[in-house]
């Protein structure tokens, strides 16, 4: 009997683990692996796959071989060693290694590493065979990969062209967004009124009303010289206010307070009274008793990094402004006259309204049914849910506004020429390589990927320890406040005393409410689940057995172990599932290495990094 157990989700893990390699660490300034290893000169290209006409066959380890020579061969032939560092710019394109005359740079390599947040250092110096060329390789296994999934056609899917060309728009607006910002400078003033703000502590007194006319009476009332004090104790008595939780002999931070009110005390001096501040449940006013500056060096940083994102934020903010006067012109009457939860003409036939609402220059416009279907997605759990409850034409407006942002920032990003940019065609090569390396496990070497009853059971015995249950203990407890009481209840126990009875009769116990007191429900517990000074106590106890422990918090517990059930394995029956997807990830990352065997034999690779 066979199974296949491999879900969607495995294989995006299983796409990560090659695309991020594990590597243990390299050498502080070692310079980057020098000189060549003898790429060998190919015959006539042939596919793994039918598609595959534009493969070739290679192997990649040094080799002499015998042919005529012509110009590549001598261009290739003549060798140098270079001593790049390893992360300097100027040797970002240096190739290490080409699939099919696709180049592997340095700085591919470079973005390996990176992405697993390696950092050099003296304790880390290991061989280069054993820092570069083990990444190289599975650098070059997912460039044959993505090669044979493109000669597979792969991309051309109407599911993956469209995961690209979301992909595509969505950077490209971000590569606009990174122009537009990159000379941003923090506004210092408002960094330093933003770091007061953060240090800022306050003390106060407050009072809370549910009625705003009881809050505004309580102003008044202040307004005319009466005493916060008094008269606050005077509507606490009647009822007409509440206390707030805070600890009003603590000082509070901004951040503690909250936005709404930190606000609202914002031009509050000490000694003064605030205005009627309006929260979720109530109405606040509060005296401020005194005000405080503590500095911390961290919120300097982050009030820097706040004010910087916000000025981010309002230029592009003010960019869409820019943009959408240059280039859209909106329908407002048809916009308003849209009705999409009327039953004539219906949501349906909106969907295929062609009229047009925004007129983009040079670009497609934005109809009635683009409206309609950015407003379907956004109601996916049923459009007819939305229609009843009147959510849809409050909807219709932020729905067009996200429509003409992305029509126009694509427009801007265009005219500038910036899906030619290197940093726009970079991100969209990695996500390509990325989703055609996962599309290939998924619909070309998982369909044939299983295992049997036969693996399952072999892989079980073998893991055993994997599937042990733990050791539990069933504990009855009683606290006493003096260890003496709890040893000669520990005594009168061994002696046949019922353990129920001395515990509802036993002197010196813990009140039942006392802090930090452990409850025993006499359900099983682990040896872990346990506090540590306790594990130690019962952790050779049998059933039957009494133990006397001492908490940290001062109590001394009389101990009976009701119950012991010893660590032993569960059985393969319960355990069968997760043990069969351990064997279907095993086999899958097998059959992942059978085709790295295979594509190298099919596609011409050169290494040009030697391992030293």
Known sequence: MKAKLLTTGTVAVMAGMVLCMEVSGFASE????????????????????????????????AAAVSQPVNDQTRAEGVYIHLKAPFYSPLFFDVPLASVNDEKITLGDLQKALMSLHEKITEEKEVSAKKNFMEPLERLINVKLVVQEAKNMELDKQDEIKSNLQKFADQQLRQVLFLERVKDIKPDEKKVQKEYRDAIKETKLKSVMFLKEKDAKTFLDELKHGKKFDELRDKVLKEGRAEAVGQDERQFATNAALGPVVSAGLADVKAGGISPIIEITNGFIIAKVEEIRYVDNPEAVEQARSKVLSQMKLDSLKGYKAELIKKYAKEDTKLVKSLDFEAKKPGFEKLLTDKRVVMSIKGEEPIRVSDLADAMNSKFFHGIENAVKEKKLNREKLLALDELESVRVFKKAALDKGLDKSEEYLKRIEDHMTSVLFGAF???VIKPDVTFTVAEVKDYYEKHLSDYVGPETLQIAGIAFTKKDDAQKAIDKLREGVDFAWLKNNADGQVAKNARGLLQFNEESLTLQSMPEPMQKVVKDARKGDYRLYESPEGYAYALFIKEKVEAKARPL????????????????????EKWFKKLREAYPVKIYLESR
């Open 573 to 592: 029956e319960e355990v069968k599932d997760e043990v069969g997807q351990k064997v279907a990830w095993l086999n899958l990352t097998q059959d992942i």
């Open 30 to 61: 070692q310079p980057a692996p020098q000189a060549v290893v003898q790429p060998v000169q190919v015959p006539e290209a042939k596919g793994v796959t039918p598609e595959a006409g534009k493969a070739g066959t290679a192997k990649t380890e």
């Open 441 to 443: 496990i998924e619909k």
